[in-house]
Every structure is written in C-alpha cells, then in structure tokens.
C-alpha cells in the first residue's frame, strides 16, 4: 500500500468554536494508482490531503504514507518526510513570476544543495515529461495556466517522490486546459509509477483516475471506478452523480431561504447561485452522457 488512512479525525478549534473536518476517516491507495478525491465544499479534502503530505497534523488515528507512519513523526522528520516522499501541487500554480519555467523546476534542487550539472540535466527532463521544451525560458505571465500547472507539476517531481498530491489542480482553468493538465498527471502515474491523489470538482477530471472516493462529512461515502473500468462502474457513478445533483438542488434552496430572509446580499446570491447552477449542469451533461435522463 502507498497510503493507509485509519479512524483520521482531525478538529480545528477557532477561539470556543470547534470545527470537526475529518470524523473517523479510512482509506488505503495501492502502489501506483491514481485516486480522484471529491466531495462538497468543506467536507475535509484538502484537510485529509494536508495531513497525509505532512502539512497539517491529526487530531487522532494513523496515516501511513508507504513505510513511514506520518502521524507519529516528530516535527523535524515531518519536514523530510516531506522533501523526500511528496511532490505538492495546488490549485493556484506557486510558481515565483519572476523565475523562468526552467528555473521554477530547478529552485527545489538548489534548496536541496543539487550539484548544477545534475540539476540542469535533471530540469531537461521534467520540462520534457510535461511537454514545455519550446517553453523553457518563458516566465509564468508568459505561459498558459495550463502551462503554468505543468511547470508546477514539473516543480513537483524534481525529488523524485514516490506520492504527487493534487488539491483541484485544474481548479482554475477551462476544460481543454484543464483535460491537458490531467493528461500529463495520468502520463507521470502511468509512466513514471507515481501514486497520485488528486481533489477535484469536476467529473470529468475526476474520471481519468483508477478510482474515484467521494468524501462527504469528514468520512469517505462510496468508493467507485470510473466507467469503463469495471461493470458495475456506471451505474454506481450515476448514483453518485443523482447524489451530488440533488445535494446541490437543496443548497440552492437554501441559499433562496437565506437570500429572502435578508442573510446575504444580491450580488452573494447571483454570484453564489451561478456557481452551483453551473456545476450542477456539468453533472447533469456527465449524467446525459452515461445514457441517464435525470
Ligand atoms: N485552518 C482551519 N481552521 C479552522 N477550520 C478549518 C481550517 N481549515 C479548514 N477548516 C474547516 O474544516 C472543514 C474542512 O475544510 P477543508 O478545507 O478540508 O474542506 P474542502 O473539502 O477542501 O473544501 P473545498 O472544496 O471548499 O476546498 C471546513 O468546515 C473548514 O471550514
Ligand atoms: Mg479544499
């Protein structure tokens, strides 16, 4: 197993008010399979994938991310832990605006203390992995924001970590760029034998990994392949897909309860509405595709 989750809670408490993000989470990722991660907003996903990357520390229960069991790390080793086993990549692209593409992918190295030859050699690599050669010397306002996810995901893989955690890295782009970037994740899965867990919103997106885990409440609610990977894979994902419709028509409810009870103002409405309208008709043209009229 790459990761074994067991009985994970983790509360964030805010002055008196106690947050419970993750209420007795399991989940295990095999050697070399990629996981898509989704889930309503603040059911726990990018809490789970912090703690699992050693960024954030569990209130309770065991992660182990290959042969080191994280939560019993002390905070120096947290910090290898980190630099040796895991490869980060997050929804806005942390790529310094004033560094080249190359140079973003060679920063980890010279943190590191990565001789120059090995770290030139090894940026001609990773650039090529990620389909940037004729785009080397372009700084990120010079790139694409699907090009600029590739350079980060390039940036990523420079200490060669066995695990690449993904918090909605086509969050901010369009749906061609955003099937790209996924594309070149699936390539470094695939080709390079990275287990990969990515959070993402999007169906589509989610659908190009081995298995998709919906997390919902701070625990994992079904664990499904993709369609076409396995027989009963449709059915079940369009149960999902049912699910995650008809939790978004009673957000939509209630944000017109609080809008009509004056508890937000119009623009927080229209803006609000728009978002769930729009990702709603996403699961519906997903579900329209499976052959189901909803
Ligand atoms: N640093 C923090 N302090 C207090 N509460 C937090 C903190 N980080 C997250 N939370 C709370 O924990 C819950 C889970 O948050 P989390 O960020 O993991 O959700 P998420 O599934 O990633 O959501 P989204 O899809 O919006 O990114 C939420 O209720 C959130 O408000
Ligand atoms: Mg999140």
Redesign the pocket.
Known sequence: MAVVVKDLVKI?T?GSVE?Q?LRGLNMTVEKGEMVSLI??????????LNIIGGLDRASAGYVKVFETEVTKLSPAELVEFRRTTVGHVFQTMNLIPTLTAAENVELPMVALGVPKAERRKRIEELIDVVGLRDRMGHKPGELSGGEQQRVALAAALTNDPPLILA??PTGELDTVNARIVVDYLSKVNRELGKTIIM?T?DPAVARAADRILR?QD?VIKTDVAPVGAEVAGPAVYAEMLKGRIAEIDAQLAKLDEDFRGGRMTGDEYVERQTRLKQTRSVLQEELHRLGVVH
């Open positions: 964030y805010l947050v993000a889930g309503p907003s603040g059911s726990g996903k990018t809490t789970l918090d909605e959070v919103h997390i701070g």
